[in-house]
């Protein structure tokens, strides 16, 4: 069991994982935001273009969860943590999770759907906070490119570095 960076060879899987482990969301977030797929190749593809590098965790050759670091010059976000649905609670995301604090000094940001209540769960149990509504949208605004109703239906959780950071 490896953590190592994902490469363009990689591409189907991080978007099968993404997909597979959404599927999780159906039913939770609100209906409007829901795709089949969930994610399409073009919106990986651009989330790749714009800066998001994603770093795998590949247990016996088979990549089987994808976390995306994306530096936004003050800040750091974790962007699209999955682990495929069959591998959850496995110590996996912990794991990727680590990973990925260990390679910035930045403060994390993490943007989530509000009402997926096992990742606020997942987030905070690994140290960060989750900030208010009002703060969360801020960020939001300033930082992630998403349409403004996901805006309204997500919340953002902060490393423990966090200082208010953008603004704050």
Known sequence: MTIRKCTDADFDAILDIINDAASAYRGVIPADCWSEPYMPRRELKEEI???????????????????????????????????RSSRRNRGIGTRLLHALEAMTDKPLL???????????????????????????????????????????????????????????
């Open 49 to 83: 273009e714009a800066g998001i590098f994603f770093w795998g965790f590949e247990d016996n050759g088979t990549l089987v969860g994808v976390m995306g670091l994306q530096d936004r010059g003050d800040v750091s976000l974790i962007r699209h943590a999955y682990v």
């Open 110 to 168: 993490i943007g989530t759907w509000a009402d997926a209540t096992w990742a606020l769960g997942f987030y905070q149990k690994n140290g960060y906070r989750l900030l208010s509504a009002e703060e969360s949208s801020r960020l939001l605004h300033r930082y992630w490119s998403i349409p403004e109703r996901q805006v309204e239906t997500s919340v953002v959780l902060v490393s423990s570095n966090w200082r208010g950071r953008g603004g704050g």
